[in-house]
């Protein structure tokens, strides 16, 4: 959603006249970054991630293509973070004012704070920094596109429905085969270390 309200935004609806900017979850599903590659990786015990359908938007609607696409593209791990920190907010308010006698009889309320809120700070927090990584068609790819010189843009363009397959291969045939997880490393300091210190009254997570 973040993608597409940027675009809009910035000038082109696109995403806005095909609904991308619903909370309907069923708008954003991606048939395989939401649920098969999600199954696949469980299927292997990799740390679970995905992605959403991507959105769908016009760059020659933007008044600076370059930099807008740029703000486009990082425009998702941005709302992922207001996302992940919203419910670490909650949750510092609910630790600090929320009477004991709730703590200790409301199961609700405990199940809320304690598994409801991280997991939504932690799914999002995944979801940025691997959205940030600079794989087409990640968002983290979007900077190649700003700063690369024009001329190699065709040919950055053209290698990108490549990219991302190769680097699915990567991410779950290389632990298998050569024992090397690269992502559990890169998530442990990253989302699982942000999200430490969004939940320092948490342990074990």
Do not use: E
Not at 48 to 55: L, R, S
Not at 147 to 169: D, E, G, H, T
């Amino acid at each position: 959603m973040g993608h597409a309200l940027m675009a809009k935004r910035l000038g082109d609806t696109t995403a806005y006249q095909r609904k991308r900017t619903s909370i309907n979850p069923l708008n954003h599903i991606d048939p395989f970054g939401t649920v098969l590659l999600p199954l696949m990786l469980m299927a292997v015990n990799m740390p679970v991630f995905g992605y959403a359908k991507p959105v769908p938007y016009n760059p020659h609607n933007f008044k600076n293509p370059r930099r807008d696409d740029f703000l486009v593209g990082i425009a998702g791990p941005c709302m992922n973070l207001l996302l992940a920190l919203l419910a670490a907010a909650i949750a510092y308010v609910l630790y600090s004012y929320a009477p004991l006698n709730v703590w200790l009889n409301d199961a609700i309320f405990s199940i809320f704070f304690t598994l409801y809120l991280p997991l939504f700070a932690f799914v999002n927090l995944y979801l940025m920094f691997f959205n940030l990584l600079p794989v087409p068609p990640l968002d983290g790819s979007s900077l190649f596109a700003l700063i690369m010189p024009k001329q190699y843009l065709p040919q950055y363009y053209a290698i990108q429905r490549y990219a991302f397959p190769v680097f699915i291969i990567v991410v779950i045939v290389l632990p298998q085969v050569a024992h090397i997880d690269l992502f559990s490393g890169y998530f442990d300091v990253t989302a699982r270390a942000l999200g430490r210190v969004l939940f320092p009254f948490m342990q074990g997570i």
